[in-house]
């Protein structure tokens, strides 16, 4: 991303230029972008909501053929604690007998 409107986003700090991108939802904005080997383009975008699911989960079967539910929360929004707890639900549905809850890589955020 060269530019992201007006400003110049080319050399800034990841977080300073994905803030560039944010803004009201339906609103437009012009990226410049260029891949390697090739000219500098224009992109038109129109802003929209983005919803995270912070959950990704299923039920495993053991050797022992008990079954356990496989839980990973990527990062903590404000979908966070639904998501969790419509997959517990949805793993005891499933019969699972225990749970683990993957936190590996969860960079944190809203608590």
Same mark, same amino acid.
Request: aromatic content about 4%; some cysteine; charged content about 20%.
């Given at each position: 991303?060269?530019?992201?409107?007006?400003?110049?986003?080319?050399?800034?700090?990841?977080? &300073?230029?994905? %803030?560039?991108?944010?803004?009201?939802?339906?609103?437009? *904005?012009? !990226? $410049?972008?260029?891949?390697?080997?090739?000219?500098?383009?224009?992109?038109?975008?129109?802003?929209?909501?983005?919803?995270?699911?912070?959950?990704?989960? &299923?039920?495993? %079967?053991?050797?022992?053929?008990?079954?356990?539910?496989? *839980?990973? !929360? $990527?990062?903590?929004?404000?979908?966070?604690?639904?998501?969790?707890?419509?997959?517990?639900?949805?793993?005891?549905?499933?019969?699972?007998?225990?749970?683990?809850?993957?936190?590996?890589?969860?960079?944190?955020?809203?608590?």
């Amino acid at each position: 991303i060269l530019k992201t409107g007006d400003p110049p986003a080319k050399g800034l700090p990841q977080f &300073e230029a994905a %803030s560039l991108l944010q803004g009201g939802e339906g609103t437009k *904005l012009n !990226l $410049t972008v260029q891949t390697p080997g090739a000219q500098p383009r224009e992109v038109p975008l129109i802003r929209q909501k983005v919803t995270q699911i912070p959950v990704f989960s &299923e039920v495993c %079967s053991t050797p022992e053929d008990r079954k356990v539910g496989y *839980l990973r !929360l $990527t990062t903590f929004n404000n979908n966070s604690a639904k998501a969790v707890a419509e997959a517990v639900r949805d793993a005891k549905v499933a019969g699972a007998e225990a749970l683990v809850l993957d936190l590996r890589n969860n960079g944190g955020g809203a608590v």
